[in-house]
């Protein structure tokens, strides 16, 4: 069993930047894939992006190029989302979530999930 709890959600304000962290407890993180997903009001969770388990291959939904990086310190446990120039439409829970299988865009590949961490964006 895997558990992940994320943190470094809150208000900013339009450009600004957020570090989100996903810590893991239980198994360590170093056989997994993990992946960032996003939550709005009234619409389906979707992809933010996705590295692999040894962290050399990053993936990214096409509205987080350019602005948001993944990386991981399987050491520590621990994955990060450094969202940089910040808009109001990026304003929704975020999820973090782990898979045994290659990283992914698809909700189902993802076997363990975390709580979500709010993220606010005012214009």
């Known amino acids: 069993q895997v558990q992940l709890v994320e943190s470094g959600g809150g208000l900013v304000q339009a450009g600004g930047s957020l570090r989100l962290s996903c810590a893991a407890s239980?198994?360590?993180?170093?056989?997994?894939?993990m992946g960032w997903f996003r939550q709005a009001p009234g619409k389906e969770r979707e992809f933010v992006g996705a590295?692999?388990?040894?962290?050399?291959?990053?993936y990214y939904a096409d509205s987080a190029k350019g602005r948001f990086s993944i990386s991981r310190d399987n050491a520590k446990n621990t994955v990060y989302l450094q969202m940089n120039s910040l808009k109001p439409e990026d304003t929704a829970v975020y999820y973090c979530?782990?898979?045994?299988?290659?990283?992914?865009?698809?909700?189902?590949?993802?076997?363990?999930w975390g709580q979500g961490t709010q993220v606010t964006v005012s214009s």
């Open positions: 590295i692999s388990w040894s962290g050399s291959r990053t």
């Open positions: 239980g198994r360590t993180l170093s056989s997994y894939a």
């Open positions: 979530a782990a898979t045994s299988y290659y990283p992914s865009d698809s909700l189902e590949k993802y076997r363990y």
